[in-house]
């Protein structure tokens, strides 16, 4: 049974609370405390998977909870309650919080948070690897695409569209991003896939106070060219474009060719999570691929016990963004696990991943065996071809 604590310093709040989420009894352990300082005894004295915790409190508020809740635990699930006036102190807590939902929160909106939270737990069952991904306030962003935001950002002639631009070259930003816009603190009433809109839409203050805040941003301090992150930002472009391009031609929904390109621009986050929260164990990775011939796949699950496709969902996941694109993330490597049927997102980049080169080499996937695998599902030779076309154009 997953702990969960709720946080928040009105006593007639946590009443609803428990009233509200009383049918979740059988399912969850749940605590209540009243105010921070209650909130962190408990924490010291007992396990918790999930917080739930109120931004605005007197003595420490939300996201000075949240940076202690993670000092304490990394692995926990943080979600952070905010009101619309909060928007600078939610900023604050963009490193540590894993999701924001707006106050007054139903208990459906609530409980599915929750919920979700609990189900990707199961999705990475190493818990030390669960509190590795869980634990990254930030990943970083290569440092000329950095400081080229930095400068636009800077620039008395701003443009956002030019910071769109930008950020959708980088994948950090790009998953931060979308993290950020798509939470229930912006109160969207759909998800925003388009990298483009979501700057608009943030505008040029939020997006500025982002770009100066290291909790949010940061710049790659390690050996780029060591860890083949060059590689690696230009292989999750192609795949982005080409899933796009693929999800183009078979689907009239442009929010479904949206969500396929963000889906392959972050198909490859979780090998970037292993590079920065786990860099000897990447440097094993490495060295298993380039002494011993393994895929990255092979090399990771020998190390870790689990591979980037499940790390990286975990993590898209906890932010809160579509399940599509976290089903995409952990299935592109997996063509037995796309959903068969109607053509999907995960579909779509499984078949582009291979198809778009790389010199890194956990890219290494025969693009022809992947693409047969995908017949299973009614994908004829043709088409086939007609995909591979696509993602070279």
């Given at each position: 049974m997953r702990r969960v604590l709720f946080v928040d310093d009105e006593p007639n709040v946590l009443s609803g609370l428990r009233r509200m989420l009383r049918p979740m009894r059988n399912e969850w352990d749940m605590s209540f405390a009243e105010g921070a300082a209650a909130a962190l005894k408990m924490l010291a004295e007992n396990e918790f998977h999930v917080v739930v915790t109120d931004m605005r409190m007197p003595n420490m508020d939300g996201a000075d909870l949240l940076r202690k809740v993670h000092a304490h635990d990394p692995g926990i699930t943080r979600i952070v309650l905010s009101g619309q006036t909060d928007q600078e102190s939610a900023l604050r807590s963009s490193g540590t919080a894993h999701q924001f939902l707006a106050k007054p929160c139903d208990a459906d909106t609530l409980?599915?948070?929750?919920?979700?939270?609990?189900?990707?737990?199961?999705?990475?069952?190493?818990?030390?690897v669960q509190r590795v991904v869980a634990g990254l306030d930030a990943l970083p962003s290569l440092p000329e695409i950095y400081q080229e935001l930095r400068r636009e950002m800077d620039s008395d002639d701003m443009?956002?569209?030019?910071?769109?631009?930008?950020?959708?070259?980088?994948?950090?930003?790009?998953?931060?991003?979308?993290?950020?816009?798509?939470?229930?603190?912006?109160?969207?009433?759909?998800h925003i896939e388009n990298i483009g809109q979501a700057a608009n839409f943030l505008g040029a203050d939020t997006i500025r106070g982002l770009a100066l805040s290291t909790a949010a941003f940061k710049c790659f301090e390690g050996d780029s060219s060591k860890l083949q992150l060059d590689a690696l930002w230009s292989h999750s472009l192609a795949v982005g474009a080409a899933a796009r391009a693929i999800a183009t031609k078979e689907s009239k929904d442009r929010n479904i060719a949206d969500?396929?390109?963000?889906?392959?621009?972050?198909?490859?986050?979780?090998?970037?999570?292993?590079?920065?929260?786990?860099p000897d164990a990447y440097e094993q990775v490495l060295e298993k691929m380039n002494n011993d011939g393994m895929t990255a796949?092979?090399?990771?699950?020998?190390?870790?016990?689990?591979?980037?496709?499940?790390?990286?969902?975990?993590?898209?996941?906890?932010w809160?963004?579509?399940?599509?694109?976290?089903e995409a993330i952990a299935f592109h490597h997996a063509a037995s696990e796309v959903p068969s049927g109607e053509f999907s997102v995960a579909m779509a980049v499984f078949a582009a991943s291979p198809l778009c080169p790389s010199s890194h080499k956990a890219a290494a996937d025969d693009p022809a065996e992947s693409l047969g695998e995908l017949k299973w599902s009614g994908l004829s030779p043709e088409k086939c071809q007609e995909w591979s076309a696509l993602a070279a154009a």
């Amino acid at each position: 049974m997953r702990r969960v604590l709720f946080v928040d310093d009105e006593p007639n709040v946590l009443s609803g609370l428990r009233r509200m989420l009383r049918p979740m009894r059988n399912e969850w352990d749940m605590s209540f405390a009243e105010g921070a300082a209650a909130a962190l005894k408990m924490l010291a004295e007992n396990e918790f998977h999930v917080v739930v915790t109120d931004m605005r409190m007197p003595n420490m508020d939300g996201a000075d909870l949240l940076r202690k809740v993670h000092a304490h635990d990394p692995g926990i699930t943080r979600i952070v309650l905010s009101g619309q006036t909060d928007q600078e102190s939610a900023l604050r807590s963009s490193g540590t919080a894993h999701q924001f939902l707006a106050k007054p929160c139903d208990a459906d909106t609530l409980r599915e948070a929750v919920l979700r939270a609990c189900r990707l737990r199961d999705l990475l069952k190493n818990e030390k690897v669960q509190r590795v991904v869980a634990g990254l306030d930030a990943l970083p962003s290569l440092p000329e695409i950095y400081q080229e935001l930095r400068r636009e950002m800077d620039s008395d002639d701003m443009s956002l569209e030019r910071v769109g631009e930008i950020i959708a070259k980088d994948i950090a930003l790009t998953a931060k991003l979308l993290q950020l816009v798509n939470s229930a603190f912006f109160g969207l009433p759909r998800h925003i896939e388009n990298i483009g809109q979501a700057a608009n839409f943030l505008g040029a203050d939020t997006i500025r106070g982002l770009a100066l805040s290291t909790a949010a941003f940061k710049c790659f301090e390690g050996d780029s060219s060591k860890l083949q992150l060059d590689a690696l930002w230009s292989h999750s472009l192609a795949v982005g474009a080409a899933a796009r391009a693929i999800a183009t031609k078979e689907s009239k929904d442009r929010n479904i060719a949206d969500e396929a390109m963000q889906a392959g621009m972050l198909h490859d986050i979780g090998k970037l999570i292993i590079a920065t929260g786990a860099p000897d164990a990447y440097e094993q990775v490495l060295e298993k691929m380039n002494n011993d011939g393994m895929t990255a796949r092979d090399a990771e699950l020998e190390v870790l016990g689990c591979d980037h496709a499940q790390m990286g969902a975990y993590l898209i996941g906890l932010w809160g963004l579509p399940d599509s694109i976290v089903e995409a993330i952990a299935f592109h490597h997996a063509a037995s696990e796309v959903p068969s049927g109607e053509f999907s997102v995960a579909m779509a980049v499984f078949a582009a991943s291979p198809l778009c080169p790389s010199s890194h080499k956990a890219a290494a996937d025969d693009p022809a065996e992947s693409l047969g695998e995908l017949k299973w599902s009614g994908l004829s030779p043709e088409k086939c071809q007609e995909w591979s076309a696509l993602a070279a154009a």
